[in-house]
């Protein structure tokens, strides 16, 4: 029996996207129907205005709806003025949170959904899963897929450089991710769905190629990394759940959300956690192979320089294999004080540090 895979309808990754919407399929979905923009209220706000501006003369109606967070205050009420006059698609623009709760919205009010990526973050520029808070704590819930991703080139391109870590970072982690997968596999506690885990591979393969190119620019790597992060979720999409990119490394980030705080980005402490996973998955090579490259794509190397306390690192380590039922490299060492006291010593040397400069931290 074969498998129905929900993945956007359109794609579309180029420079000058937003101008050149007149000629796309999106355009004929948008032609006289009623269309919801919801954004942040800085620099994706313009965006908006701008998407806003070459659709206007031809939509029924367009309203803009401000998604200041990702609350679940936030997306009760985006859910009731959506509900109030239904419109028939929402186009959601921004970096990370606005993109989420467009999803959310979409999915609980059953309106299909447009998404603009601004910046790379995450993976969620394309997938199955939104990040909400609930309680002050970041949960994971389960969405609609976008019908469309549009990425515009030249507004990707000022993207500041610790939102495309982060995005860069959440992509390395499908490498320890997939190992944890097949480990839970042999484990006998998983399935593995292989064309997934040969997507989700493949995402971070083809980013990995074209950064070992001598000639490679920021423009063409920017490219890559939007490419790669829309497979990566479309692998979700095809696994029916976040696992081909997210294993001990991802759960080391709950923790750090969970537990600590929640100090940096999402996939700046994925990045931290890659570290641990790697070591633990016994790659210790791969740890001190990975490290030129998190020097030449700006990651972080210590969780000091997100603004974690040994302790607090430490506890989310402890914490990490309790933040959801799902076996990893976590669950094949008792993990002691004294064992991860060594992991720290090991993954996170002194010298790792302030190689990492935490600027400018909005995701809107
Ligand atoms: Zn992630």
Not at 119 to 135: E, F, G, W
Not at 168 to 178: E, F, M, V
């Amino acid at each position: 029996m074969a498998k129905k895979v929900h993945i956007p309808i359109q794609l579309i990754i180029e420079h000058g996207a937003i101008q050149k919407l007149p000629e796309t399929q999106v355009f004929n979905w948008v032609e006289g129907k009623k269309v919801a923009l919801v954004s942040g209220r800085g620099s994706t706000r313009k965006v908006t205005e701008r998407i806003e501006s070459v659709i206007a003369d031809h939509v029924a109606e367009s309203k803009f709806l401000c998604c200041e967070n990702n609350t679940l205050d936030t997306i009760n009420e985006l859910e009731r003025e959506v509900l109030e006059d239904t419109p028939d698609i929402i186009i959601g623009v921004g970096g990370g949170k606005a993109l989420d709760v467009s999803k959310v919205v979409g999915t609980r009010s059953n309106v299909p959904v447009i998404l603009f990526p601004t910046a790379i973050s995450s993976d969620a520029i394309c997938s199955p899963v939104a990040v909400i808070k609930m309680l002050n704590k970041s949960t994971s819930i389960g969405v609609k897929m976008p019908q469309a991703v549009i990425i515009d080139l030249d507004i990707l391109s000022s993207c500041p450089p610790r939102l495309m870590s982060a995005g860069i970072g959440d992509l390395l982690s499908n490498k320890t991710a997939l190992f944890d997968w097949k480990l839970a596999h042999y484990a006998k506690k998983e399935e593995m769905n292989t064309f997934a885990g040969l997507m989700a591979n493949n995402a971070v393969e083809s980013f990995m190629n074209t950064l070992n190119h001598p000639d490679v620019d920021r423009s063409e790597m920017i490219k890559v990394a939007s490419e790669s992060l829309i497979m990566s979720g479309i692998a979700m999409s095809i696994a029916g759940s976040s696992r081909p990119c997210s294993g001990s490394e991802h759960l080391i980030s709950h923790a750090l959300d969970y537990h600590c705080g929640g100090k940096a980005l999402h996939g700046e402490q994925v990045a931290i956690g890659v570290l641990v996973a790697q070591y633990l998955q016994g790659q210790r090579s791969k740890v001190e192979s990975l490290l030129p490259y998190y020097e030449k794509l700006g990651l972080p190397t210590h969780y000091e320089d997100l603004g974690y306390t040994r302790e607090e690192m430490h506890r989310a380590i402890r914490m990490a294999p309790t933040m959801r039922d799902r076996y990893t490299i976590l669950n094949e060492f008792e993990l002691t004080d004294e064992f991860i006291d060594h992991i720290l010593d090991e993954v996170y040397p002194i010298e790792a540090k302030n190689r990492y400069r935490l600027i400018g931290s909005s995701v809107g």
